[in-house]
């Protein structure tokens, strides 16, 4: 949820049926930035608080190590798929669309691992991290 005012924009993210994470902030935010990181605190307040991820939620995120790329800020070098390290090869390409949450944009990178894999990663702020695209 997005309250934009001249003066504060306030800004609220539920964590679970019984938690609603509010910030109040300045105008003028970067959108994408405060959303990500209103999803990392809420994820982190869920598991101090040890309570379940919640059914809206999005599932399959992966762990993913980025590194600075040539014509954009970041691209994968490499992810954590249960436990084990998948080095990226190369990154055949790179589109934004828009996401499912709160229809702000995503990025996708097309990727060939070491062992020849091609698939898609996904990173959504929004949701809070990366997914493969099935």
Not at 53 to 82: H, K, L, M, Q, T
């Amino acid at each position: 949820m997005e309250i934009i005012g001249e003066e504060r924009e306030l800004w609220g993210r539920r964590v679970s049926d019984e938690y609603l994470l509010v910030t109040v902030l300045l105008p003028g935010v970067d959108r994408a930035e405060v959303r990500a990181e209103l999803a990392a605190a809420g994820r982190a307040f869920r598991q101090e608080a040890d309570l379940p991820a919640p059914s809206w939620e999005p599932s399959g995120r992966i762990e993913v190590v980025v590194r600075s790329a040539v014509g954009w800020n970041y691209a994968p070098a490499s992810f954590n798929d249960g436990g084990i390290k998948v080095t990226i090869a190369d990154v055949l390409g790179r589109w934004s669309e828009t996401g499912d949450v709160g229809g702000e944009e995503i990025v996708c990178f097309r990727v060939r691992t070491e062992d020849g894999q091609e698939l898609t990663l996904v990173h959504d702020p929004m949701a809070g991290g990366w997914r493969v695209r099935a």
